[in-house]
T-cell receptor, first 110, second 113 residues
């Protein structure tokens, strides 16, 4: 998987929106942006993915810039249980396994 | 919540023992995966399967083997455990055309003494 750039850590107050940025300037036209998170000692959890349109599901929203070189994951009302490492990856055809970088360690403060 | 299960959750075993880590999913997914992850480290794909009787090695070389006799079951076996096999083993599955929406089990934390 090609590289993405994410801040190593972020804090957010409980109840506020958490906005997690990701740069993926080398993404190509047929590659999707995926977000996963991993809570300590648990398996990764799929959150959301998108190609070029903004996406929303019950967990989060994904905002992708028009040039597709960056995106932002939004957790609208963060709770303590959202404390985790969040991974942004982009993937296209051919690859099977997921390879995560360092991700962003999001800490929700009470 | 995804319906993918792994047993045991924790296993401490002596060197040289044969072990099988179980993974089952009830979602009818064709694709299944085994990953290895050390604490605080990156995820590494060690095996995957596209369906029954299909198994492939992943990016990280592993001494383990897998089988896929039934769609829902993807066990991983170590014939002779060694301390270097100590790690967390995560099983995942995916359905549909895009294989990157993967659902993970809780993992098995293996310690070989």
């Amino acid at each position: 998987d090609a590289k993405t750039t994410q801040p190593p850590s972020m804090d957010c107050a409980e109840g506020r929106a958490a906005n997690l940025p990701c740069n993926h300037s080398t993404i190509s036209g047929n590659e999707y942006v995926y977000w996963y998170r991993q809570i300590h000692s648990q398996g990764p959890q799929y959150i959301i993915h998108g190609l070029k349109n903004n996406e929303t599901n019950e967990m989060a929203s994904l905002i992708i810039t028009e040039d597709r070189k960056s995106s932002t994951l939004i957790l609208p009302h963060a709770t303590l249980r959202d404390t985790a490492v969040y991974y942004c990856i982009f993937l296209g055809g051919g690859a099977d396994g997921l390879t995560f970088g360092k991700g962003t360690h999001l800490i929700i403060q009470p | 919540e995804a319906d993918i299960y792994q047993t045991p959750r924790y296993l401490v075993i002596g060197t040289g023992k044969k072990i099988t880590l179980e993974c089952s999913q009830t979602m009818g997914h064709d694709k299944m995966y085994w990953y290895q992850q050390d604490p605080g480290m990156e995820l590494h794909l060690i095996h995957y399967s596209y369906g029954v009787n299909s198994t492939e090695k992943g990016d990280l070389s592993s001494e383990s083997t897998v089988s896929r006799i039934r769609t829902e079951h993807f066990p991983l076996t170590l014939e002779s455990a060694r301390p270097s096999h100590t790690s967390q083993y995560l099983c995942a599955s995916s359905g549909g055309t895009l294989s990157y929406e993967q659902y993970f089990g809780p993992g098995t934390r293996l310690t070989v003494t």
